[in-house]
């Protein structure tokens, strides 16, 4: 079989209410891992896409965070309600949905502006 | 900050042992993940390279389950004591490690040869 034509992770990390970072589980994310599950098999594309759990992608401040590979294209601040666009028109037509991406200035560093804290 | 250069996904879902499939956590694969992240820590990785949990990678008879991307290079049985070889090879030198590649044939299937059950 061929490889997957796209990976999507959805944060699924779940930290103590008090924890000094939020996490995407507390925001909502496993409801959307079921959301891009569905919707991947609604679209008969199960074969092509997976949608998988994966534990913190270290960009808490804009949970829900999605990552979809091969291409690297992270999203933030996902919710149900947004999944049929990715899946319509990322995953199906190749174009990002540049309106949920998160910023480049965010990604792979401490110093994110949205970040309050340095604990995990 | 650029993005990863690679991003490191082991799959670290943990089944009843009386699951009809095996899974990764069982054959040892929470501790591989922590093998991953020291290596990279210690290499002075960190920002270049991220090793993450991941929820079920679904080559569950293959475990412990390993998947790199962007390159899409997927392993399996891979034990802490394969952690240098795969970060000094395939991380740092960009030659992955062809004894560990899952086959194509077994990947994205549900007949993969090693599969007994149907089950979850």
Chains 1, 2 share one sequence.
Not at 8 to 18: A, L, P, Q, Y
Not at 23 to 51: N, Q, V, W, Y
Not at 63 to 90: F, K, L, Q, R, S
């Amino acid at each position: 079989m061929p490889l997957f034509e796209h990976h999507v992770f959805i944060c699924t990390n779940e930290r103590d209410e008090s924890a000094a970072r939020p996490s995407c589980a507390l925001e909502g994310s496993k409801k959307l891992k079921s959301a891009f599950k569905d919707a991947i098999k609604d679209a008969g594309l199960k074969h092509k896409i997976r949608a998988n759990d994966s534990g913190c992608l270290d960009q808490c401040e804009h949970g829900p965070v999605v990552v979809v590979y091969p291409e690297a294209v992270w999203y933030g601040n996902v919710h149900p309600g947004d999944v049929e666009e990715i899946v319509t028109e990322h995953l199906v037509g190749g174009r990002p949905v540049e309106r949920l991406r998160l910023a480049d200035s965010c990604l792979n560093t401490d110093h994110c502006p949205h970040r309050k804290s340095k604990g995990k």
